[in-house]
């Protein structure tokens, strides 16, 4: 473990978020780059770093044939044991500016909660790092479209940890994802579509992740630097509640169940009927009224497009017997049960949906876009945030897909882009 003098710390971190970004935007020159081709040579081997390794971030220490050469945590006792755990070679931080001024660094896998994703992937785009993002990809809508342009305008690789639109059984439903696009793709089920996600496909977990009320202050743990951990959110007494996984039940760092796993389950969706370029535009919620702080639970959110497309969040699994897909001529259910004849047959007749890019090592190396990437990646997000705007302010919103912005509703669309506490900024 490299460590810092106390006296370079220091300096370092009276440097501001914004004037260490825009030097490193000019500084940084990523090692891939040095070869003068602007590839890495296949025989190179990536190097990466990881930004939270309390959770999901020691859970990937090991991914895609990469080379692990820096962790940072603002928990000690977190980066202790991750060091402890990958062994010599490694350096270990508690300030993530420090480790996007490395030059030797490819990729930067984000794994801490939401309320940083946005700002630490807009400052690794700008440092020169491609990055791997924990899902949700940001706490606000505003914050995903912040990330798109700096990805873009920087010429990065970006890819959004949730992956059941490629590969993998797609949860509670016992098949893939590639049949039921063919299906959809072939028109057989008719337009528009209605989807159903509920507690037949695993949905009911969301009701787990609800904060507390009225959490009294407690002495901030010497271990944990809890200013840092808040970093943009807003500043509230600590308590062992909002820290670490207990977060996800608190708007200022997450959106519960919905915001923790929503996109996991939305992504597909999202996929499967061909949105990616776009979003619904109107979203109808019902839910007890939430409180200011603490997220709470819900029974229902709908999402309508503007071809009439639904996708149905049943919180309490009311529609037992719907279908997960249907249309006018035709209904498929879990593990494919459906009233069309011969549908497995069918299946295998029909084309293959467009290929995709499902190696981020590849996505690196040939500079070609990752499955799920900032712009999809960014529409699918936009679901769960609009679903957790609608949530927050307790009544139906009307949306516009192209502006990304409410209609006639300024308070919904002041949550687009929330403020960021000093010195935090894009």
């Known amino acids: 473990m490299k460590e810092k003098s106390g006296k370079d710390r220091r300096q370092f971190l009276k440097k501001s978020a914004s004037a260490v970004a825009a030097a490193a935007a000019f500084t940084i020159v990523p090692r891939h780059v040095l070869g003068g081709n602007g590839f890495i040579a296949p025989s190179d081997q990536l190097t990466k770093a990881i930004i939270g390794v309390g959770g999901m ?15 940072c945590d603002v928990d000690k006792n977190h ?15 508690s300030d993530y500016r420090e480790v996007l001024q490395r030059q030797d660094v490819d990729v930067v896998h984000i794994a801490t909660p939401p309320h940083w994703h946005g700002l630490m992937a807009v400052e690794a785009a700008r440092a020169g790092k491609d ?38 059984t797609f949860y ?34 969301k009701f787990y992740w609800s904060g507390q009320h009225n959490l009294k202050p407690m002495n901030v743990p010497e271990q944990l630097d809890y200013d840092m951990w808040l970093g943009p959110a807003p500043h509230k007494p600590y308590h062992p509640d909002r820290v670490h996984s207990n977060f996800r039940g608190y708007w200022d760092y997450d959106g519960g169940g919905l915001g923790d ?13 061909g949105k990616d370029n776009t979003s619904p ?44 897909i249907e249309g006018p001529n035709g209904k498929i259910f879990r593990n494919f049960e459906s009233d069309i004849p011969n549908l497995d047959k069918l299946i295998e007749t029909l084309p293959d949906p467009e290929p995709q890019m499902t190696s981020f090592s590849d996505s690196v190396r040939t500079r070609q876009k990752f499955a799920l990437n900032e712009m999809n990646g960014h529409r699918s997000c936009t679901l769960v945030n609009l679903g957790v705007i609608a949530l927050r302010l307790g009544r139906n919103l009307d949306f516009d897909p192209d502006k990304q912005r409410f209609i006639n509703d300024e308070g919904a669309n002041r949550l687009i882009n929330q403020p960021m506490r000093g010195p935090w900024t894009f």
Request: charged letters at 25%; proline letters at 4%.
């Open 281 to 324: 535009i109107r979203v109808d919620v019902d839910a007890p009224q939430q409180h200011y702080d603490a997220v709470g639970s819900w029974r229902r959110i709908e999402y309508t497009y503007a071809d009439g497309c639904q996708i149905i969040l049943d919180g309490e699994n009311k529609d037992k017997d719907a279908a997960y």
């Open 57 to 71: 971030g020691r859970g990937h220490i090991n991914y895609e044939g990469t080379k692990l050469l820096a962790v």
């Open 79 to 93: 980066l202790k044991d991750v060091l402890n755990q990958v062994g010599k070679g490694v350096d270990g931080y």
């Open 172 to 205: 509670g439903l016992g098949s893939p994802v590639k049949p039921l696009k063919k299906v959809i793709e072939s028109g057989v089920l008719g337009w528009p579509l209605k989807v159903t996600v509920s507690g037949i496909t695993g949905y009911n977990w």
């Open 261 to 273: 796993m929503g996109q996991h389950y939305l992504d597909p969706v999202q996929y499967l009927l």
């Open 131 to 168: 990055i791997w993002c924990e899902k949700p990809m940001t706490r606000t809508i505003g914050e995903g479209q912040k990330v798109v342009e700096e990805v873009n305008k920087h010429g990065r690789m970006f890819r959004l940890n949730t992956w059941f639109r490629f590969k993998d």
